[in-house]
């Protein structure tokens, strides 16, 4: 995945920013749910 790439090009810093995107894109959905 590009993910993976992303990971082993930025090191550990970016898990942060990573898991940021990704609880983003899992929450969207339950905002347009509502």
Same mark, same amino acid.
């Given at each position: 995945?590009? !993910? /993976?790439?992303?990971? +082993?090009?930025? @090191? /550990? !810093? /970016?898990?942060?920013?990573? %898991? @940021?995107?990704? @609880?983003?894109? @899992? +929450?969207?959905?339950? %905002?347009? %749910?509502?």
């Amino acid at each position: 995945m590009i !993910f /993976d790439k992303i990971l +082993y090009r930025c @090191g /550990d !810093f /970016d898990w942060v920013h990573l %898991l @940021g995107i990704c @609880g983003a894109v @899992g +929450y969207a959905p339950l %905002l347009v %749910l509502r």
